[in-house]
């Protein structure tokens, strides 16, 4: 039996960040103004273990919040100790964390080799190095490509994070970037449409007119070839929509953007209702019947039932069905 996965998500705001990417809140956030201490990280994961069957799942620990490498080396340490005490005593699998490309050098990676880390994400948001400069990410596309391939050296799983929507990005620029995502043999990735927060760069430009942020439609859009690409290479998809700052949690930072709950869901339902027209080749729609494996079901038949709803209004009968016999990405149409 596979067993079923769980990170344990401890969050490291980046409050010391001396970089400046315009999309980011995390150094002007108030309230909460530190990291968690070890004690409260290790609430965090005794919180998390109570309810976990070690023999049925795999617990990685993992440390969000966009640039590990990036604090005090004591902090990395103290922390990766902290995460290994658990593996040691079997109660956690592995470690990953996000990080930005410019902080992976071969000795930052080799100081972790005393510690169970298995993924390291890295957040390229664009393979374009005009994006990025717009962006005021302080780093190139090549330093991701050269990050991406010594995490790969020296044996890591390599997971790669982009944005969409950035200022000055545009469909061709996204696809590119995830081309070469694929291309870097990341085996994960996270998409970010960009949303624009309260207190941030991104914000004052918004709101001198000077950036214009994607609708949820033109951000759906952008998403579908990128899904697709990355299905095709068989990299996981970890995540889908929200911000890299895991803080965005309530509308009370949302100034403008792209937001929606069920993001990923509404890609996935109009690649399906796509994929379903395209299978379509019969003029006379009387009596539909649209057949799909089961774990695709749900989104054939759309978020809130949009696509049934679609449909239904093209013919007289429909009904919708699970079938595993068929393969995963298929469709299959009958007319009586
Ligand atoms: S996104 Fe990360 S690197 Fe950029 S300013 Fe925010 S905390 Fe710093």
Redesign the pocket.
């Known amino acids: 039996m596979m067993k079923k996965h769980i990170s344990i998500p401890i969050f490291l705001p ?1 409050y010391g ?5 315009v ?2 809140n ?2 002007t956030i108030t309230g909460k103004t530190r990291n968690p201490s070890l004690e409260e990280a290790t609430n965090i994961i005794d919180t998390w273990l109570i309810s976990v069957d070690q023999s049925k799942t795999y617990v990685e620990i993992a440390f969000f ?3 590990f490498l ?1 604090l005090p080396k004591s902090n990395q340490i103290n922390y990766l100790s902290l995460a290994q005490s658990y593996i040691d005593k079997g109660l956690v699998d592995s470690i990953r964390f996000s990080t ?1 490309p410019d902080t992976i050098s071969e000795e930052s990676l080799l100081n972790l080799s005393h510690f169970s880390v298995k993924n390291i994400e890295i ?1 390229v948001q664009s393979m374009d190095d005009e994006v990025l400069n717009q962006a005021g ?1 302080g780093h190139t596309a090549e330093d991701s490509i050269k990050a991406a391939k010594l995490i790969n050296e020296m044996g890591y799983q390599l997971g790669m994070q982009m944005m969409v929507g950035l200022p000055g990005d545009d469909d061709e620029k996204s696809l590119q970037t995830a081309q070469k995502i694929a291309e870097c043999q990341a085996i994960q990735t996270r998409i970010y449409p960009v949303l624009v927060l309260k207190n941030t760069e991104l914000a004052d430009l918004f709101m001198s007119n000077k950036y214009i942020p994607l609708s949820i439609e033109a951000a759906i859009h952008r998403c579908i070839p990128l899904v697709e690409l990355f299905n095709e290479n068989k990299i996981k998809i970890l995540k889908l929509g929200l911000h ?2 895991e803080s965005f949690t309530s509308n009370k930072e949302l100034l403008a953007g792209p937001y929606h709950p069920s993001f990923y869901q509404l890609v996935l339902s109009k690649i399906w209702r796509d994929k379903i027209i395209q299978n379509i080749n019969n003029q006379e729609l009387n009596h539909l019947k649209i057949a799909v494996h089961s774990k695709n079901i749900n989104y054939a038949i759309g978020y809130n039932s949009e696509n049934r709803n679609y449909f239904k209004s093209l013919c007289k009968t429909l009904t919708f069905q699970s079938n595993d016999s068929l393969d995963i990405d298929k469709v299959e149409i009958r007319y009586h």
């Open positions: 980046q960040c001396v970089n400046n990417c999309f980011c995390q150094k919040g966009g640039n990036g930005r957040g990410r890299p700052s």
